[in-house]
């Protein structure tokens, strides 16, 4: 049988404890409604910020083929240790999916190296997501474009290093663009940042999007190759044209 890929929904679930609003939406947690777009082929698990090590020590990290993180007013609380850890298990080969306001983690941050920053405004306006790279296996099963009823807008310009691919763009109502399905290479790993997702909206709950995360895990999870060496290396020919040091 083919082994499933490991999912790791982490949430940092205050706003679902905190705000009634959110809670009636995501009664278990947002991390629960996420977690919900995996069918059979994966095995998911969960970890919240408030868990010891928030719940990604470096066993359960190492047992992770894609790490999911949705975070929103808590960031600052997230340990740099923690980070640094993540970031090295990414870096080691360790797929990435950042949901929403997980643009401005720490790990999102640190990976991409810029400040992230966006243009934000909360209507309920229609967004309208369209598929840029209709080839791309994030893309698989989504038509020309969808729309969400009501999201929170987010807008151009978005501080980030340019994507390696851009799968999806929205469009808001108000008249913004967003570049919101943006692929990234980091060591090993791969990045997906998926924009849709604010948690006073049912958004987790529609078909399109649940099908774009299980597609997202399915393309970031880790090929199985060995690591790539690094530091100084024996020549594979016999080399004549060498100098002695000192000429
Ligand atoms: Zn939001």
New binding site residues.
């Given amino acids: 049988m083919e082994q499933k890929t490991r999912v790791l929904v982490w949430n940092e679930f205050r706003h679902e404890r905190e705000n009634e609003e959110v809670r009636r939406i995501y009664p278990d947690g947002l991390h629960k409604a996420i977690g919900a777009s995996f069918d059979e082929r994966f095995e998911v698990s969960y970890a919240t910020l408030d868990e010891p090590e928030h719940g990604l020590t470096e066993e359960r990290l190492a047992q992770t083929d894609v790490l999911i993180w949705w975070g ?1 007013c808590a960031h600052d609380d997230v340990d740099d240790r923690i980070v640094l850890r993540v970031r090295d298990r990414v870096w080691q080969g360790m797929g990435l999916i950042v949901l ?2 997980g643009h401005f983690s720490k790990v999102f941050k640190l990976l991409m190296g810029t400040s992230c920053d966006l243009k ?1 405004r ?1 209507a309920g306006e229609k967004e309208r997501v369209w598929v840029i790279s209709p080839g791309h296996p994030i893309a698989e099963g989504i038509g020309e474009y969808f729309e969400i009823p009501h999201e ?1 807008m987010y807008g151009e310009h978005f501080d980030i290093p340019e994507p390696d691919q851009l799968v999806f763009a929205s469009w808001f109502e108000g008249g913004e663009l967003f570049r919101s399905g943006c692929c990234f290479n980091r060591g090993q790993g791969k990045i997906f940042y998926f924009r849709p ?3 006073t909206f049912p958004t987790y709950y529609q078909d399109e999007v649940r099908r774009i995360i299980a597609n997202a895990a399915l393309w970031a999870a880790p090929t199985k190759r060995e690591k790539p060496a690094y530091g100084n290396a024996k020549p594979l020919e016999t080399i004549r044209s060498t100098v002695q040091g000192g000429v």
């Fill in positions: 929103h929403h306001s934000w909360e929170e997702g604010h948690e």
